[in-house]
């Protein structure tokens, strides 16, 4: 598994996380870095694979992360309406709401749903103006 | 444009302008090595679908895995790194078309690189075609009846074009290759032909000398470059030839007839192998991909005639392949060979006795045949061939020249005549009138008198001669594609009295 990539690693860790009881879990976590840092794996790469493990073990709880940017912070409410609105709406178990922010968009709201990225800010729809203006 | 038409413009633009959200797939850089990108996410990615890298680049989805997308870069690698994001555009590669490419040279994604400036779309706005597109159906094609001619008297007399077929020029490395496929784009000249040459991994230095000489030639009116130098990526040299082929297309689609050149496809498929192999596509024979015949068979099929009812025009197809030791039988080669409809084989033994074109016209062959010749070259032609085989039988005997029989010399005689008159310089073609003339002269038994050394100062005479003193029997050709009883009558009169002066 020397070429794997990190969703690859990924998958194998949960497979075995899966089934594993309570103790063998905390084992297989150690063995997991171990293992990574022995093949001189870069940190973007574990970062990465730590990543598509959160990921796995989150969609197997039914558990879906929405990337919200927007140019001011998310209040505590604002966030568990928009997460019990997506919930709603998509049908998850549950929705986590994380707030980025970004002052660049100038106002509005982009949100990032899986691959897919769903911009309704300013910035998108003035870089959307001027594309269809020099075309 | 006048400065407050564009203001408006402007302002319409804005007033239409409806401010929606905007959706778009993204994915996320894995790894960048060699020209290939390895992307996560971008689930919903068709494939060949083009993707924008942060740094603007472009690529094209080439590899749908299971958690990663391979994408090959058309752009420097620079500037991308593990962790970019990159989105998926939504579209398919396409290639600014128009008529404003004529005269132009632009790289395979259609940027100009001729240092004339970009390339301004009509006012109505830009138009773009798919690089890859499905090749017309069979109910909308029409026959190959109507010739190209290169004006290489070998080629026109013996190996017939006609125009929407594919006819290859293979052969060894600086056998005159080019030279054949760049003498046909020269004789197009008021053939009311467009001509697409696409350079595939060729060097720069050849591609500047090409574009000199068709500028110089007036060639350039009405012809288009694209290219893929051997510098230039291996994704834009795998795309060139499609990109080529879709310019091509944007003129058939006007009903014109076009002529494209891919020089050369032995290069292109070398593109493609090391793209296949940096996206980790098992290697098959000579480690081409599997699917390499298709590469070929997909661009080539596009070429074909169509029929009035589909909207005419054709596209004729002169790809080019370079052998290694004058091997035909090798995977490239035969693969091209047994697409196209036709080919013609260079040899190096014959340019280096000084036959060039080198032209083997023993292994070379139109599939399409006389029915891309005037009724006039049919005539003259018909029997060359023959004669030439003949000849080449009877040249082993040669060293015997005192025990043959009087119609073997003769024989004998009249094919190194043939040899000679069909060898001709580079950037020289022939009009078909003349060839007429010439080829007529030869296989009637006119030339049989004239010592070899002399054949091609009599050729050159006689065409002058006739210009002056028969015109009437050119334009004969020209308007009506053959000559009258009395026309010929008048040509043998014609040829006796040259002959008269010549000797004298």
Redesign the interface.
């Known amino acids: 598994m020397k070429n794997a990539?990190?969703?690859?690693y990924a998958?194998s860790f949960y497979s075995l996380y899966s089934k594993a009881d309570e103790k063998t879990k905390l084992a297989l976590i150690k063995n997991t870095a171990r293992t990574l840092a022995k093949q001189g794996k870069g940190k973007?790469f574990i970062d990465?694979t730590l990543q598509e493990i959160e990921l796995l073990l989150e969609k197997s709880a039914g558990i879906e992360r929405i990337k919200v940017d927007t140019q001011t912070a998310l209040t505590a409410t604002k966030k568990e309406t928009l997460a019990k609105a997506f919930e709603k709406k998509l049908g998850f178990k549950k929705v986590i709401i994380d707030n980025f922010l970004d002052e660049r968009n100038i106002a509005g709201m982009k949100l990032?749903i899986?691959?897919?990225?769903?911009?309704?800010t300013v910035k998108?729809?003035l870089e959307?103006?001027t594309s269809?203006?020099t075309? | 444009m006048a400065k407050n038409t564009i203001v408006e413009q402007?302002k319409k633009?804005?007033a239409y302008?409806q401010?929606k959200?905007?959706?778009?797939?993204?994915?996320?850089v894995?790894?960048v090595f060699d020209g290939i990108v390895?992307a996560?996410?971008?689930?919903?990615i068709k494939a060949s679908e083009m993707v924008q890298f942060a740094n603007g680049e472009l690529g094209v989805a080439m590899n749908l895995l299971e958690?990663?997308v391979g994408i090959i870069v058309l752009g420097s690698m620079r500037g991308i790194r593990?962790?970019d994001k990159v989105?998926a555009t939504g579209k398919i590669l396409e290639i600014p078309v128009g008529d404003e490419l004529i005269g132009r040279t632009i790289d395979a994604l259609g940027q100009s690189i001729d240092g004339a400036g970009d390339i301004t779309p009509p006012t109505g706005?830009?138009k773009s075609y798919p690089i890859e597109r499905i090749a017309p159906g069979v109910i909308t094609r029409k026959s190959v009846d109507q010739p190209v001619q290169t004006g290489i008297k070998a080629i026109d007399a013996l190996i017939p074009i006609g125009r929407g077929q594919r006819e290859l020029i293979i052969g060894d490395r600086q056998t005159g290759k080019t030279a054949i496929a760049i003498d046909t784009i020269l004789n197009q000249a008021g053939e009311n032909m467009i001509c697409v040459y696409v350079a595939i991994g060729q060097k720069d230095s050849k591609l500047r000398k090409i574009e000199t000489l068709l500028r110089e030639r007036g060639a350039m009116d009405y012809t288009v470059i694209v290219s893929a130098s051997a510098s230039a990526p291996a994704a834009l040299q795998y795309i060139a030839p499609y990109a080529g082929a879709a310019v091509s297309e944007y003129f058939m689609d006007q009903g014109k007839d076009v002529l494209v050149v891919y020089d050369d496809l032995s290069k292109h498929a070398v593109a493609y192998r090391e793209i296949s192999l940096l996206l980790r596509r098992p290697p098959g024979r000579e480690a081409y991909p599997g699917d390499v015949f298709y590469l070929h068979s997909r661009l080539l099929e596009r070429a074909c005639r169509r029929n009035k009812e589909s909207g005419g025009g054709s596209i004729t197809a002169l790809p080019i392949i370079e052998t290694q030791a004058g091997d035909i039988s090798a995977y490239i080669p035969t693969n091209v060979i047994s697409i196209t409809d036709g080919q013609i084989f260079l040899e190096t033994d014959l340019f280096y006795k000084g036959i060039r074109p080198a032209v083997n016209v023993g292994f070379s062959v139109s599939r399409v045949g006389s029915s891309a010749q005037i009724k006039a070259m049919k005539k003259v032609a018909g029997t060359l061939k023959l004669d030439l085989a003949q000849f080449r039988e009877l040249e082993a005997f040669s060293q015997f020249g005192s025990d043959l029989d009087e119609a073997t010399k003769n024989q004998l005689e009249r094919g190194k005549r043939a040899v000679e008159v069909l060898k001709q310089p580079q950037y020289s073609p022939m009009i078909v009138e003349h060839q007429t003339i010439v080829l007529y002269a030869l296989t009637r038994g006119h030339m049989d008198s004239i010592a070899i050394t002399d054949i091609k100062r009599f050729e050159g005479g006689l065409i002058d001669y006739v210009e002056s003193n028969a015109p009437e029997f050119l334009s004969e050709i020209r308007t009506k594609n053959m000559w009258s009883d009395e026309g010929e009558a008048e040509l043998k009169q014609v040829i006796g009295d040259f002959k008269k002066i010549f000797n004298s």
Do not use: A, C, W
């Open positions: 990539k990190p969703h690859e998958r973007t990465r990032t899986g691959d897919t990225v769903y911009d309704y998108g729809r959307k103006l269809r203006l075309r | 402007l633009d804005i302008f401010p959200g905007n959706q778009k797939t993204e994915g996320v894995m790894e390895n996560s996410g971008l689930s919903s958690g990663s593990e962790g989105t706005g830009k």
